[in-house]
């Protein structure tokens, strides 16, 4: 029997294809991956990690450049961005959301959540992934949650021990109604402002206060312009990492899926990180002069009563199943 040349070379071809698995269908791209705070902090840190991790994974040749302190503009600048595809990637609030889509506002509901791993499992559980889910007709894509983390407040006129304490104090808060029902049932004067225009209005004094996770507190230097920080832990802030549907859409299978693992584990380094940023963030806040009062529960409980009414206004608005559904997931992950 003669072999042709061009058999060998086709035998040979199939052969080395087939032992090297599939080669990987990845082509040089530029990932604008915009956040909101600094580059120093939980969010940037895991931003780092998330394009080194990226860059191993497929040879170098998914680039992802990370954009921090809302240089790309804030969160609900960043997702009109993505939707119109104009920027590839970033990671924000869930609370910011809700202008696409107010299911997302189901997270903020005062003291949902009791802890971390509460929250992980309802995240990552069927009830956040089918939220995430439905972001695709609205032209984004969900990839994972990572953690903001349990929210504090801070201001600069008084100590909060109760929420009376809170009376006419401007509060900034997140553009969300959850959040101002619920900060105007404690009888603040709660102002929606993006993140990027927070400090500048504390400094100046367009806001008194505002409540972010002591992480946040730190790593964005609010203990400058704030003395006062109240232990609430009243909501647990996930973030979300999202990209642009309409690049997504004309990524490679391949390409999806690093990207899709790469995200898995940059989530897993960040609430790694965070949790144990966290613990050390209220001494360090100490230090920097910050006055730190711990609410008694005996407050917290009178807090969650008069927040009651925020949840049923939400759940009143079209969102009795969302919020039914997520009190019967958590009643499963108590047992
Ligand atoms: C807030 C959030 C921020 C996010 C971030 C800038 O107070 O807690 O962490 O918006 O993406 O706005």
Redesign the pocket.
């Known amino acids: 029997m003669k072999l042709s040349l061009k058999s060998i070379v086709t035998a040979a071809a199939l052969c080395c294809v087939a032992a090297a698995g599939h080669a990987a269908d990845f082509k040089p791209r530029i990932i604008r991956f915009g ?3 600094a580059e120093d902090s939980n ?1 940037g840190h895991a931003a780092k990690f998330f394009a080194d991790d990226l860059a191993k994974r497929t040879g170098g040749k998914l680039k992802m450049k990370g954009f921090g302190s ?1 240089s790309l503009g ?2 609900v600048q960043m997702q009109n961005a993505l939707i119109g595809g104009a920027q590839e990637m970033m ?3 869930t ?2 959301l809700v202008g696409i889509d107010s299911d997302f506002g189901v997270y903020d509901l005062p003291f949902i959540f009791r802890n971390e791993k509460e929250a992980d499992a309802i995240l990552d559980g069927p009830f956040g992934q089918n939220l995430m889910a439905k972001l695709q007709e609205k032209g984004l894509v969900g990839l994972v949650y990572w953690e ?1 983390g349990f ?1 504090n407040l801070t201001n600069s006129k008084r100590p909060i021990a109760k929420m009376e304490d809170l009376q006419g104090i401007k509060l900034r808060v ?1 553009q969300n109604p959850v959040y101002i029902d619920m900060f105007k049932g404690f009888g603040a004067n709660a102002i929606p402002l ?3 225009e ?1 400090f500048t209005a504390m400094e100046t004094g367009t806001v008194d206060g ?4 002591v992480t ?1 507190i730190q790593s964005s230097k609010f203990y400058e312009v704030q003395k006062y920080l109240s232990l609430t832990k009243h909501v647990y ?1 996930p ?1 979300i990492v999202l990209a642009s549907k309409k690049w997504w859409d004309g990524l490679s299978a391949d390409e999806k899926k690093a990207i899709q693992e790469s995200a898995a584990a940059t989530r897993d380094f960040e609430r790694k990180e965070t949790r144990e940023s966290s613990a050390k963030a209220i001494d360090f806040l100490k230090q920097k002069g910050m006055q730190v009062t711990v609410v008694s529960d005996k407050e917290i409980e009178r807090m969650q009563e008069t927040t009651r009414q925020a949840t049923q206004k939400f759940a009143s608005e079209g969102h009795t199943k969302l919020v039914k559904d997520l009190q019967s997931d958590l009643e499963k992950v108590r047992k």
């Open positions: 956040y909101g705070l969010q809302a804030s969160d990671v924000g609030s609370a910011t903001n929210r997140m993006a993140f990027s927070l505002q409540e972010n996770p946040t802030s973030w």
